[in-house]
């Protein structure tokens, strides 16, 4: 089982900053790919950015130029760096994680969401 626990989220001035992080704790043979969703209401859940156990990352084309993903995997941590914020990023964003178990079969985890408001 793996558990993973968002912190940073909060309320900011549209051109504002955020940090948001995700630690990722349990017995797993390895963790993959992490990255970050996010889900406006009324919308469905849409990939922000991710990151691989490599260090490459993708982002989606709202948030490219303005949102930096890095992760630490000594920490197993994903961090998300929000930057030039636009109301129309605020949403509950998701931590998620594909990982290798100990059984070596693939899952992936999610964590139960940071809320991001950005006011205008």
């Known amino acids: 089982q793996v558990s993973l626990v968002e912190s940073g989220g909060g309320l900011v001035q549209s051109g504002g900053s955020l940090s948001l992080s995700c630690a990722a704790s349990?017995?797993?043979?390895?963790?993959?790919?992490m990255g970050w969703y996010r889900q406006a209401p009324g919308k469905e859940r849409e990939l922000v950015a991710v990151?691989?156990?490599?260090?490459?990352?993708n982002y989606a084309d709202s948030v490219k130029g303005r949102f930096t993903i890095s992760r630490d995997n000594a920490k197993n941590t994903v961090y998300l760096q929000m930057n030039s914020l636009k109301p129309e990023d605020t949403a509950v964003y998701y931590c998620?994680?594909?990982?290798?178990?100990?059984?070596?079969?693939?899952?992936?985890?999610w964590g139960r969401g940071t809320q991001v408001t950005v006011s205008s």
């Open positions: 349990g017995r797993v043979f390895r963790f993959n790919a």
């Open positions: 998620n994680t594909g990982v290798i178990d100990t059984d070596y079969t693939t899952r992936t985890y």
């Open positions: 990151i691989s156990s490599g260090g490459s990352t």
